[in-house]
């Protein structure tokens, strides 16, 4: 099973992971727990430039590197992992594509749309949403680190990723699991476990 993990700056992604993490090392099910950008050595090269403030990016270029990206981590992690029989659990993936890179810098969906198509990138099975107002997002995001070039970016911008996000989930509703992300961050865990339980069995909580 390939899961991704989006949502807002701050909205619990990383605390989520880590959570299924422990769970899915508990019950002995082999999985991998993967971001994006940035889980290969080309993409930890990329990461950097793609999140340094001091960086110059255009739009398509912030694309093609975030594709290109994600083509590595599709080729050297993904698909090995599930062909082993792993669980994948990326933070982050192409949905984020079309909020940050669509949404936000104002790239057509036609471009990512071909993009998607042409280079045959797989889709996740499953896609858990943290919804959250990015007004208590970039609240938490800025109280923790320095902002990246990403989370620099004015409310307006974050108000256009959220309202991508939850576009992608009502047009994918298969896929989607959206979460209130305003919410404990067991709780939270608990309610992913058991939506995604119902997928595979292996995941169910013992009581
Ligand atoms: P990261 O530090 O991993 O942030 P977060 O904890 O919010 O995931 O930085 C990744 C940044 O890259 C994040 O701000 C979102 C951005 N991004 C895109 O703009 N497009 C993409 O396709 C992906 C995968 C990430």
Redesign the pocket.
């Known amino acids: 099973m390939f899961i991704s993990i989006e949502?807002?700056?701050?909205?619990g992604?990383?605390t989520l992971v880590n959570g299924l993490s422990e769970h899915l090392q508990n019950k002995k099910i082999g999985h991998v727990i993967t971001?994006?950008?940035?889980s290969t050595s080309i993409g930890k090269i990329l990461?950097k430039i793609?999140?340094d403030k001091k960086q110059q990016i255009s739009p398509l270029t912030?694309l093609l590197l975030?594709?290109s990206?994600?083509l590595d981590h599709l080729e050297k992690v993904i698909k090995p992992s599930l062909k082993e029989g792993k669980i994948v659990i990326t933070?982050?993936?192409?949905d984020?594509?079309y909020?940050?890179?669509g949404a936000?810098r104002g790239i057509s969906k036609d471009i990512i749309n071909n993009l998607v198509t042409q280079t045959e990138i797989l889709l996740p099975d499953k896609t858990i949403l943290l919804d959250l107002d990015p007004e208590i997002g970039l609240k938490r995001?800025s109280s923790r680190n320095e902002l990246?070039?990403?989370?620099s970016e004015n409310l307006e911008f974050h108000k256009r990723l959220r309202k991508s996000f939850l576009k992608a989930a009502e047009i994918n509703p298969k896929r989607f699991l959206v979460i209130n992300a305003d919410d404990e961050p067991k709780k939270i865990l608990q309610s992913v476990i058991n939506k995604l339980s119902t997928y595979d069995e292996r995941l169910k909580e013992s009581y």
Request: glycine share 12%.
């Open positions: 949502g807002i700056e701050g909205c992604k990383s971001k994006e950008p940035g990461r793609l999140l912030e975030m594709f990206d994600r933070d982050r993936y192409i984020s594509t909020a940050y890179q936000g995001a990246d070039r990403f989370e």
